[in-house]
């Protein structure tokens, strides 16, 4: 892999996602897959619906409008176009669409004709409803691709949660504060960041041995970076040498990372410098499963065996809630 031509075609700025309109290479998109899609409304208009309730002491319902009872017909109607595709989940938010759909045999065009389909389908319906005059999605659409790192029950889980997990953000704004007593599978932690990333179907743990050779890790890298390509969130306490270049290079490349640390948060902690930017914009959570010590000490060895367990735990626990 041409090392220099990778990063520069994952930069973009601001906060738009660079997998909206990216495809992965090589990947027979006519051929037997299941994938989860992500279509967004044009300009993030909240023109599907809206959602009640808070998603704890409330459940989150989300209430389809005229224009998101149009979406939800057709999504349910792409089978009879081509029957070769079934929708095994999908679910309408006010301002984007999951769908979980299953290709079981060859379809005759590629995937993004059948989506292109789609689009154009629901533009002419609502039109001749008089619900819009414009286009009523964004261009393009993200495709996550179900690979043995993904459990299908936890991609549908993902897909269903979304209601509750937008409640959420919207009824407790200090979210993104430390938070205490986070409990995941076995253990508990002091958090920082987006925590929602747990709830992530496709955590991928990264650990490197400390005599890794640079070849080994390149490939180790480029393996990770397609894993991010396609979704996954990379969890690791980045201690080795390996894991920081692998860590750090997602981590510039706008990938979301889940990093484990030893040392914990104090009552005021706030994320600083690149941390801070990363946090805002929901790529980053921190979890601490020991408190704050203001000593400035080296890692020990044992703290260090831990972490990395711990990171495998979180990618490899049973259910997909944290």
């Known amino acids: 892999m041409d090392w220099e031509k990778f990063k520069a075609k994952k930069q973009w700025a601001g906060d738009v996602k660079p997998s909206m309109k990216r495809r992965r290479v090589g990947h027979d998109y006519q051929g037997r897959c299941i994938y989860m899609l992500t279509l967004v409304v044009n300009q993030r208009r909240n023109l599907l619906g809206h959602i009640t309730g808070n998603g704890i002491a409330e459940p989150a319902v989300m209430h389809l409008s005229p224009i998101g009872q149009v979406v ?93 997990r937008f409640a959420m953000k919207r009824a407790n704004p200090d979210l993104f504060r430390v938070q205490r007593n986070v409990v995941v599978g076995e253990h508990t ?49 980045r201690i080795s040498e390996g894991e920081k270049v692998i860590m750090d290079t997602a981590f510039d490349l706008g990938y979301p990372t889940i990093i484990l640390r030893e040392n914990g948060f104090g009552q005021y902690t706030k994320p600083g410098g690149k941390y801070f930017d990363a946090c805002a914009q929901g790529h980053l959570l921190l979890l601490a499963p020991w408190e704050h010590h203001n000593r400035d000490i080296a890692i020990k060895r044992g703290q260090c065996l831990t972490l990395n367990k711990m990171a495998w735990a979180i990618c490899n626990r049973r259910d997909s809630s944290f």
């Open 189 to 237: 932690f002091s958090a920082l960041g987006n925590i929602f990333l747990l709830d992530d179907p496709m955590l991928v743990q990264v650990q490197c041995s400390r005599s890794i050779t640079p070849e080994q890790l390149a490939v180790q890298r480029d393996q990770c970076l397609r894993q991010c390509e396609n979704g996954a969130v990379l969890v690791s306490p």
């Open 72 to 164: 939800n017909d057709a999504v349910l109607g792409i089978p009879d176009y081509y029957p070769v595709i079934e929708i095994l989940a999908h679910q309408v938010m006010p301002d984007h669409l999951h769908i979980v759909l299953y290709v079981h045999d060859r379809l005759p065009v590629h995937l993004s004709r059948v989506i292109g389909g789609f689009k154009g389908g629901c533009n002419k319906t609502c039109r001749q409803l008089g619900h819009v005059t414009a286009t009523l999605w964004e261009e393009g659409f993200n495709d996550r691709i179900l690979d043995r790192n993904v459990r299908l029950r936890h991609l549908i889980d993902y897909v269903h949660n979304n209601p509750r």
